[in-house]
Structures are given as structure tokens and as C-alpha cells.
């Protein structure tokens, strides 16, 4: 499914500096350069466990660590202004979706929620528009998929503020299970979406409050991982 991610770089308007590396290069006429497409090329998906995990966090997998272009591109999608990116980003989280999954079948999505000022700062929930690209490019490969918005966020503290006990305690009492009905689930993994795992304490959190509305996450995907710098 990546094959057609230089193609997705490529029809986004001409940005002031390379995505992935913030260089300004001479002749520049995508939004993430040749380098840093092949970089990301390079990332496989595989299997992140924070230490230590907290209790209720699915198995995730993840693209790849949070560093070099894809912790750039995130940066300049999230941060920076730059929607256009969740196109390719998308592409890339069908990636770790497939991966974590496996055999193609009924997939429901579930992405975690932004809070209501962080949708303001951003121009609209970041992770909803990946997952509308995941889910799209998951459809073109043939799995039968579905978005559910099962969760909202209340508001919280910066999580960038707090240590490892304080984004747990923020996480348990930040989000809520929407009301009504959502869609059939019959046969169909639940896998949680994000963009970002650090102590896991976001995703355990999601997921609790899905397993009480009987949505048992059977993994989460992201698409970066935030590694220690020391090992205890």
C-alpha cells in the first residue's frame, strides 16, 4: 500500500520547506522531499510496548520511532499548518493497521479523540483526518472498514507538562463513551488509532472505556513511538 505515497507527496501544494527536514532546497516541489520520502519508505511496522505499560494498553504496533522525518512531518502536520500531510500520514497508519491486524477482514477504527481546544489550535481534529486517509486507503486494498468516533475528550492538562504518573491520572478521567448507537460491529476488530505512543496511558485509557461499551480494542496503531533515553 505504500507504493502510491510519493504519488500522495507529490499532489500537495508546494510548501516553503521540506517537510521532513525543514530544509529549503533548491528546486523543492513536494511537500516532504526525495530524501525524506525514502526514509519514510524505509519504516516498517512493528510491535512497541512502553515501560511499563500500563494496565488496559492493547499490543501496539507502530511505523517507527519518534524522530528523524517522521517526527518532522507529524510536527508540520499537527503543529505547523500542514493538512495536507494527513493524506500520505494516512497511507502510512493503514500500513500499521494491516500489520497489526493481519489476515484482511471487517476492521471498526477508533480514533482517539482530540479535546475541543486542541481541535481549535489545530483547525479541526488531527487524528480524524488521518483516520478518514487510513481507512480510505484500507477500503482501496480491499478491507471492509469502518471509522467510529466512539469516544469524546473532555478537557485535560498539556500531556508534554506531566510525567509518566500525572498523564496517567489526566488520561483516566479524560474521555467519555459518545451516546447512541454507532455501527454494526459483528465480526469486526476494533483497533484504536493515534499518532503518537509515549507512556501508553492515552490509548489504556480508550480503551477501558470502549471494553464497558463492549468495543475490546484488539490493538492500536500509530504511527510513532517515543523511545527512553535511559534504560531503569
Not at 484482511?104 to 478518514?132: E, F, K, N, S
Not at 471492509?144 to 491520572?169: C, E, F, I, K, Q
Not at 478521567?173 to 507512556?199: E, K
Not at 472505556?209 to 517515543?226: D, E, H, K, Q, Y
Request: charged share 20%.
Amino acid at each position: 500500500m505504500t507504493g502510491g505515497l510519493w504519488a500522495d507527496l507529490a499532489d500537495l501544494l508546494l510548501p516553503i520547506e521540506c517537510a521532513g527536514c525543514r530544509e529549503r532546497r533548491p528546486g523543492l516541489r513536494h511537500g516532504v522531499c526525495p530524501d525524506c520520502v525514502d526514509a519514510l519508505r524505509t519504516l516498517r511496522p512493528g510491535p512497541v510496548r512502553p515501560v511499563p505499560a500500563p494496565a488496559g494498553l492493547p499490543p501496539c504496533h507502530a511505523l517507527g520511532p519518534y524522530g528523524g522525518p517522521l517526527r518532522e512531518t507529524l510536527l508540520a502536520y499537527k503543529e505547523h499548518g500542514r493538512h495536507g500531510l494527513a493524506r500520505p500520514l494516512g497511507a502510512l497508519l493503514a500500513e500499521v493497521v494491516a500489520t497489526a491486524v493481519g489476515p484482511v477482514g471487517p476492521v471498526l477504527l477508533v480514533p482517539v479523540p482530540d479535546t475541543p481546544a486542541a481541535a481549535r489550535a489545530r483547525y479541526g481534529d488531527h487524528l480524524g483526518r488521518l483516520a478518514r486517509h487510513c481507512a480510505r486507503r484500507l477500503r482501496a486494498a480491499g478491507w471492509p472498514v469502518r471509522v467510529h468516533n466512539a469516544v469524546r475528550a473532555l478537557p485535560r492538562p498539556d500531556s508534554a507538562t506531566l510525567d509518566s504518573a500525572g498523564r496517567a491520572a489526566a488520561a483516566t478521567a479524560a474521555f467519555r463513551a459518545r451516546s447512541g448507537r454507532g455501527p454494526a460491529v459483528a465480526g469486526s476488530r476494533v483497533v484504536l488509532l493515534d499518532d503518537i505512543v509515549t507512556t501508553g496511558a492515552t490509548l489504556a485509557a480508550v480503551s477501558r472505556v470502549l471494553t464497558v461499551r463492549g468495543l475490546s480494542p484488539i490493538g492500536a496503531a500509530v504511527l510513532a513511538a517515543t523511545q527512553k533515553r535511559h534504560q531503569q
